[in-house]
């Protein structure tokens, strides 16, 4: 049987009820009965309707949708591939006509010569409506009458509130007593995780206890169901919830039998007159439940200010109205002089921890150079030879230092010096090399020693004092240096901050301007467009190695530098350039500092980087660090700088003046440590205090997010347990990539060896890719970071020899490789057009859009 013929008798049946309810509906409001014949005139047009109304609503909803096309196909309609909106308006138009019920035939039939069934229907209708007018009349006076108890309600619990606070608060103490004596006490666990098992810890002792708040985060032991943003869940109970429902309950019964005791005999009898009964406890409770809810979160706030051993002491007292009153004030003299002791000993140690944090962090942060050091601040652009005249002064002198921001610039001017004659030697945390008679060393600024003189320093890209996590090493090396001169090399935007940083010291200020002009090119690139001493910017190792690929493809010959590139293969890819073995290089923004190159053009292929954070717009003064290295006198006396796009926008950020940078790092020092542990002697509470210690204006604090989450690893184990502090924070600050986890299982691995006595783990070396090249490079580093620190120099010097190889093998692999590095979908891994924006195919994109809008 189809579904259309279950339906037809479904819809006749539901057209009945509607006319039998139109009929009731129009009788009840006639006060005197009108004929069968009246009401078909009156309701002719709504009766004719009813039915198509019903029918068509039904067959539409009920009627499957395979069946409506098969019905409608049988009529001669072609409904293959036609839109469901088409098809329910097509069958409805068919429906219209589909064995049509007589309503009009029908009612006549049944009603029409039964005069006795409509004087029935009619008396029937009338009744029931008259009783519900009534009722609406007794329901209006029972209204009025619940407003009239709620006025007289709200005098009485006033002048009855003592009676009603201090019986609640003895209904409390009575239950808490009970519940100390009879009930578990479990341990403490997320009430809604309910799969973890609750262990019984005992009885509740009231000297664990202070306010009532304390005992009521205590689990019941029972499972209650709870409803938060409009959802259920099942939850461990607390006893919050328990004796919020008991003060609810035992408020209700007390505001009713009050209210019954002393409402007004007038209003009583009233009540009894009108409605012929006695005003029963429901009627009140119905009338004062709003006045019920205001007083019940009064009395709540009093409850969970009182003390637990109050309550518990009430509880023994029988209630007597007087003698709970002396109670309750005694017990509140009592809790506010208790209160007040709180307040004093929580203002004590706020003023101790007070004097405490100033005594450890306090003075640290406010600079103090040596004003006995002639200073020589070298201001300006990039690639204006700022580092080339410090340099120079420092060859002079009979001892140096330079301090480099990254290993590569300090290698490369380890072997500039040697190269000049002047002996120098090298040191980083990953490698030293010692040369004879060096009175000069170059090395990365996290390497300067405060004790260590020199008669001259040099600190290159002064502007890093503001980056959250290495600043401070900047700071350090500024304000602490011991030499006759300190050079430092900075950028116009850290001038201010600088001269601040030095105070009244002695001061010379050199200003550098660039001797090859910058020219934006008014076309927007192509990567057809690329031509000899080219550089083209983006900014992460898969775009570089992916244009690299697309280049070399197209007959070019191309050196890169990236950010994980080992120092010594970037030191080959950039010789290379230099020496004209390759025409172009692709570089992320490592270019932008302290490496002159002969660049003829920066080209940015991108305008956007991520940040660690989101992905953004480069900074005015990012594009400027970039796109100052175009340019070289001699061979370039202009430097050109093109951009894929917004050329407009990109230029102006180029152009605008440098804002002033306004804040420096800070970070831990030796001295900060010493001073913290005359107080405590674990890093947990250290980095708990360096998170609450306000730094001072115009400085921002190092995050430590990496040392923490070293830290998280080995807290609490043996490794905290043999190490000092300051050893141990030592080894959390070596400085290598926490983002790659097999660094971090390496560390924790040659941690244990450690404080075991036992011999380091080797690093991990693979060589099957050139990601695992680059991350074997990065394993040999972190061990000889800690061979260096252990003064394992025998041992570094093997495993020096060994990086070398793995540089040898990176550059060696970035010839073969790169052909493999073409632009892929990253879902399906169809190969994408170059220029492509996206790291996903058109085909997946739309996939990934049916799906959202489907689910």
């Known amino acids: 049987m189809s579904k259309l013929a279950v339906i037809y008798p479904q819809a006749v049946e539901h057209t009945k009820r509607k006319v039998f309810e139109d009929i009731y509906s129009y009788l009840e409001m006639k006060e005197n009965m009108p004929s069968f014949d009246q009401y078909l005139q009156?309701?002719?047009?709504?009766?004719?309707?009813?039915?198509?109304?019903?029918?068509?609503?039904?067959?539409?909803?009920?009627?499957?949708?395979?069946?409506?096309?098969?019905?409608?196909?049988?009529?001669?309609?072609?409904?293959?591939?036609?839109?469901?909106?088409?098809?329910?308006?097509?069958?409805?138009?068919?429906?219209?006509?589909?064995?049509?019920?007589?309503?009009?035939?029908?009612?006549?039939?049944?009603?029409?010569?039964n005069k006795q069934d409509w004087e029935n229907r009619y008396y029937h209708a009338r009744a029931d409506f008259l009783k519900r007018e009534k009722q609406a009349r007794l329901q209006e006076k029972k209204d009025?009458?619940?407003?009239?108890?709620?006025?007289?309600?709200?005098?009485?619990?006033?002048?009855?509130?003592?009676?009603?606070f201090l019986s609640v608060r003895y209904a409390v103490a009575k239950q808490l007593s009970n519940d100390f004596k009879t009930k578990r006490k479990y341990k403490t666990v997320d009430k809604f995780a309910l799969e973890e098992k609750l262990v019984e810890e005992g009885s509740f002792q009231n000297s664990e206890y202070t306010t009532i708040p304390t005992f009521f985060e205590e689990l019941t032991g029972e499972i209650n169901k709870t409803l938060e943003w409009g959802r259920s869940y099942y939850t461990y109970e607390t006893y919050d919830y328990v004796y919020g429902r008991l003060i609810s309950d035992s408020l209700a019964d007390i505001l009713i039998e009050i209210v019954n005791d002393q409402l007004s005999p007038k209003l009583k009898n009233q009540y009894s007159?009108?409605?012929?009964?006695?005003?029963?406890?429901?009627?009140?409770?119905?009338?004062?439940?709003?006045?019920?809810?205001?007083?019940?979160?009064?009395?709540?706030?009093?409850?969970?200010?009182e003390y637990v051993s109050d309550l518990l002491t009430l509880a023994e007292t029988p209630f007597n109205l007087v003698k709970h009153q002396e109670q309750y004030e005694k017990d509140l003299i009592r809790r506010e002089k208790r209160k007040a002791e709180e307040l004093a000993e929580i203002q004590r140690r706020r003023e101790e921890e007070e004097r405490m944090m100033e005594d450890i962090f306090g003075q640290e942060y406010n600079p103090s150079p040596d004003r006995q050091i002639h200073y020589t601040l070298h201001i300006g652009e990039t690639n204006t030879g700022k580092t080339h005249h410090a340099l120079e002064r420092m060859k002079e002198a009979i001892s140096g230092i330079y301090l480099a921001p990254l290993r590569l610039l300090a290698l490369e001017v380890y072997d500039k010096l040697n190269s000049e004659g002047t002996p120098c030697s090298l040191k980083t945390g990953e490698e030293e090399k010692m040369t004879a008679g060096?009175?000069?060393?170059?090395?990365?600024?996290?390497?300067?020693?405060?004790?260590?003189f020199y008669e001259v320093v040099v600190i290159d890209e002064a502007q890093m004092i503001t980056d959250k996590d290495r600043g401070f090493s900047w700071y350090k090396a500024i304000t602490k240096a011991k030499a006759n001169e300190v050079h430092i090399i900075g950028s116009r935007n850290s001038k201010s901050m600088l001269l601040q940083l030095l105070g009244e010291a002695e001061i010379t200020i050199t200003e550098y301007t660039r001797?090859?002009?910058?020219?934006?090119?008014?076309?927007?690139?192509?990567?057809?467009?690329?031509?000899?001493?080219?550089?083209?910017?983006?900014?992460?190792?898969?775009?570089?190695?992916?244009?690299?690929?697309?280049?070399?493809?197209?007959?070019?010959?191309?050196?890169m530098i990236y950010g994980s590139m080992p120092p010594e293969t970037r030191k080959?890819?950039?010789?290379?350039?230099?020496?004209?073995?390759?025409?172009?290089i692709v570089s992320t923004d490592a270019i932008g500092m302290g490496l002159n190159l002969p660049i003829h053009r920066i080209v940015f292929l991108e305008n956007e980087k991520f940040d660690g954070t989101r992905r953004r717009r480069l900074s005015s003064q990012e594009v400027k660090q970039i796109a100052g290295r175009a340019g070289r006198k001699g061979i370039y006396n202009v430097g050109k700088v093109a951009f894929t796009k917004e050329i407009k926008l990109m230029e102006r950020l180029l152009l605008q003046e440098d804002e002033p940078v306004h804040t420096f790092a800070i970070a831990p020092t030796n001295s900060v440590f010493e001073r913290f542990q005359k107080y405590y002697h674990d890093l947990d509470t250290f980095f708990e205090l360096w998170e609450r210690f306000n730094s001072p204006n115009g400085t921002k604090k190092a995050s430590l997010s990496e040392e923490r989450l070293l830290y998280e690893r080995i807290s609490g184990t043996e490794i905290e347990a043999r190490?000092?502090?300051?050893?141990?924070?030592?080894?959390?600050?070596?400085?290598?990539?926490?983002?790659e986890q097999e660094l971090i299982s390496q560390w924790e691995e040659t941690m244990y060896a450690i404080v075991n006595g036992e011999k380091l783990p080797d690093p991990h070396i693979k060589n099957r890719n050139l990601e695992e090249l680059e991350l074997s490079y990065k394993s040999i580093g972190l061990h000889l970071l800690f061979l260096y620190r252990l003064g394992q120099r025998t041992e570094a010097f093997y495993w020096e020899r060994v990086r070398e190889e793995i540089s040898e093998q990176v550059h060696e692999r970035l010839k073969s490789d790169i052909k493999k590095f073409t632009k892929k979908c990253r879902n399906c891994g169809k190969n994408l057009p170059w220029e492509s924006e996206f790291q996903i195919c058109d085909t997946c994109h739309s996939a990934r859009y049916r799906n959202r809008y489907y689910s």
């Open 515 to 559: 001797d090859t002009p910058l020219e934006v090119e008014t076309k927007e690139f192509k990567i057809t467009h690329v031509k000899k001493g080219d550089a083209l910017i983006c900014f992460s190792r898969r775009r570089v190695l992916e244009t690299a690929s697309k280049l070399q493809h197209d007959g070019h010959s191309v050196s």
């Open 572 to 584: 080959k890819q950039i010789q290379h350039f230099n020496n004209g073995d390759t025409k172009v």
């Open 723 to 739: 190490l000092s502090m300051m050893d141990l924070y030592g080894f959390l600050h070596l400085p290598f990539s926490t983002k």
């Open 42 to 113: 009156e309701r002719m047009n709504y009766l004719e309707q009813i039915w198509l109304n019903v029918w068509l609503n039904k067959v539409t909803n009920d009627i499957p949708r395979n069946e409506k096309k098969q019905i409608l196909s049988e009529k001669g309609f072609e409904v293959a591939g036609v839109d469901r909106k088409l098809i329910n308006r097509l069958f409805r138009n068919e429906m219209r006509t589909y064995q049509p019920f007589k309503v009009l035939e029908w009612l006549t039939e049944t009603i029409g010569e």
């Open 438 to 452: 060096a009175a000069h060393t170059s090395c990365t600024v996290e390497m300067f020693q405060e004790k260590d």
């Open 273 to 305: 007159e009108i409605f012929s009964e006695e005003i029963s406890d429901t009627f009140i409770w119905g009338s004062i439940s709003d006045l019920a809810e205001e007083f019940e979160e009064e009395i709540i706030s009093e409850i969970e200010e």
């Open 144 to 164: 009025k009458f619940k407003f009239l108890i709620k006025d007289e309600a709200e005098s009485i619990f006033m002048e009855n509130s003592d009676q009603i």
